[in-house]
């Protein structure tokens, strides 16, 4: 029987298979009754490991996340097998999205607008070329409110609601657009501090829904420099990543990485009072002035464009990623807060730029995640007067 056939046998009854929904990707079904189950675990790791290393980009490698969907023993030693983006390059599973991307090259993406919506979706590029379909990643709707502007992101285009099962996160702005707090749905590390807010509602204690994420974890705060004196030029922002260490960019630097997306569990949830309260810290930083290093964050700001005498215009060397010139364009490199500049803040971390009246690309790399990296370009998107 060759490989094709156990991918498409294994297809057949639903009850064999994980629910093929990315809402909950970490989820198996009992694998008692599973066929495939009782191959030798040899035999099993062997062909598993031919099926990842052939179908090593999508669409083909659709089917190393069926093989995940077979059974539990299938799923266990192919998560083993399918490495993290850091390692692999391969964004496979839902969670890749929450993982740092690539160290040694720019991870390929694109955003497409949706004016009439407001909504923007992520997709990962299978070519070089600029425009193409793509794989879709992640979605935002954006959300205006009296005093701020919210972009809810989600894993699912026709679910971005807060309550839904593919929440993600959300990116907040002050009221100038000048200020924005990127929250994570769920604990980036362990340790991780929760904020309170409408999101999270508890009943006597109790979550409402287990399903509904746990709460919002502040994981970046990016500011816009406040252009007061209305001189022309680019924007200048910075962004001080709290979820990851300084030391990250560093050769053997760590960033948090998650495995997978936990369900709430209202017994390990900490306990907080059933109404909403603004966290005092944040609503300093709304309203405050820039941002600054945290406790040894990592701090990324935008790379200084050159003034281009025949052109006349600002320019930065996209290497070919962007085609139109536009205030949101940027590219993001380690800041040396404390200390000479060296190697690792030459890299540029993430770039974005405009490639069409609705299309943009966005590549990023290690230490930042595409989660955290579409995060950040959604502020770029907002209206900034104060900063133009």
Not at 16 to 29: E, I, K
Not at 233 to 255: F, L, S, T, Y
Not at 291 to 299: H, M, N, P, Y
Request: hydrophobic residues 35%.
């Amino acid at each position: 029987m060759t490989i094709k056939t156990i991918i498409h046998d294994m297809m057949w009854p639903r009850s064999h298979r994980v629910v093929g929904d990315a809402t909950d990707p970490d989820v198996a079904v009992a694998s008692g009754d599973c066929c495939w189950a009782n191959l030798p675990q040899e035999l099993l790791r062997e062909i598993l490991a031919k099926i990842e290393a052939t179908d090593s980009a999508w669409p083909s490698r659709k089917s190393v996340v069926a093989c995940a969907g077979v059974c539990r023993s299938w799923r266990q030693i192919t998560k083993e097998i399918v490495k993290v983006p850091e390692l692999s390059g391969y964004l496979t599973f839902p969670i890749a999205v929450k993982q740092p991307g690539p160290r040694d090259y720019l991870l390929q993406c694109f955003i497409k607008r949706n004016r009439s919506s407001q909504t923007y979706q992520l997709y990962l590029s299978l070519t070089n070329a600029l425009a193409d379909d793509g794989k879709f990643l992640l979605a935002a709707r954006k959300c205006r409110r009296a005093t701020c502007t919210d972009y809810i992101i989600s894993l699912h285009a026709d679910d971005m609601s807060k309550g839904s099962s593919t929440y993600l996160g959300k990116v907040r702005s002050n009221f100038l657009g000048t200020k924005f707090i990127v929250y994570d749905g769920q604990p980036p590390h362990a340790g991780a501090k929760m904020t309170r807010s409408r999101s999270t509602k508890l009943v006597n204690l109790k979550q409402v829904s287990p399903r509904i994420p746990s709460g919002n974890y502040p994981v970046a705060h990016i500011s816009y420099e406040l252009n007061v004196l209305g001189s022309r030029g680019p924007r200048r922002m910075q962004c001080v990543m709290d979820a990851i260490p300084a030391n990250a960019i560093e050769p053997g630097g760590v960033a948090p990485t998650q495995t997978e997306f936990l369900l709430g569990n209202a017994d390990s949830l900490p306990s907080i009072p059933f109404f909403r309260s603004k966290s005092n810290h944040m609503e300093k930083f709304l309203s405050g002035p820039l941002a600054t290093q945290r406790d040894g964050s990592l701090v990324l700001r935008n790379k200084a464009p050159r003034w281009h005498e025949q052109l006349q215009c600002w320019c930065l060397n996209f290497h070919g990623r962007v085609t139109v010139a536009s205030v949101k364009n940027f590219q993001l490199v380690a800041s040396p807060e404390n200390g000479p500049a060296g190697p690792e803040h030459e890299k540029i971390i993430l770039q974005f730029g405009k490639v069409g009246k609705d299309l943009f690309t966005m590549d990023y790399r290690y230490p930042i995640s595409a989660f955290q990296a579409f995060a950040i370009c959604l502020s770029s998107f907002d209206t900034k007067i104060a900063c133009e």
